[in-house]
């Protein structure tokens, strides 16, 4: 069974940094794309970045300049480095993987359970 683990979030004052993780356990037989969301209260959940196989990465407007995609696949792990945080990066971040393993030879994404990012003014 596949799962995604996040670590890293907690409370920071506005223009601090946090690194997210997000590692993935289980039967998998490859990673595709993986990518962060995060989601405000009251809001829909929207894309922060995301990383292809090749390294290519994707930014939402609102966060370029400040945070920080990466991937490590030998780790199966997907990296956020957040810096000069705003309170409106306050959220619970979401990482995902496009995951090729037994039973979804095509792919599947999975999503981890959420970790909170609370950003102070």
């Known amino acids: 069974q596949v799962q995604l683990v996040e670590t890293g979030g907690g409370l920071v004052q506005a223009g601090g940094s946090l690194r997210l993780s997000c590692v993935a356990s289980?039967?998998?037989?490859?990673?595709?794309?993986m990518g962060w969301y995060r989601q405000a209260p009251g809001k829909e959940r929207d894309l922060v970045a995301t990383?292809?196989?090749?390294?290519?990465?994707n930014y939402a407007d609102s966060v370029k300049g400040r945070f920080t995609i990466s991937r490590d696949d030998l780790k199966r792990t997907v990296y956020l480095q957040m810096d000069s945080l705003k309170p409106e990066d306050t959220a619970v971040y979401y990482c995902?993987?496009?995951?090729?393993?037994?039973?979804?030879?095509?792919?599947?994404?999975?999503w981890g359970q959420g970790t909170q990012v609370t950003v102070s003014s």
């Open positions: 990383i292809t196989t090749g390294g290519r990465t």
């Open positions: 995902t993987m496009s995951i090729l393993g037994s039973g979804f030879p095509t792919g599947l994404a999975f």
């Open positions: 289980g039967t998998i037989f490859n990673i595709n794309d």
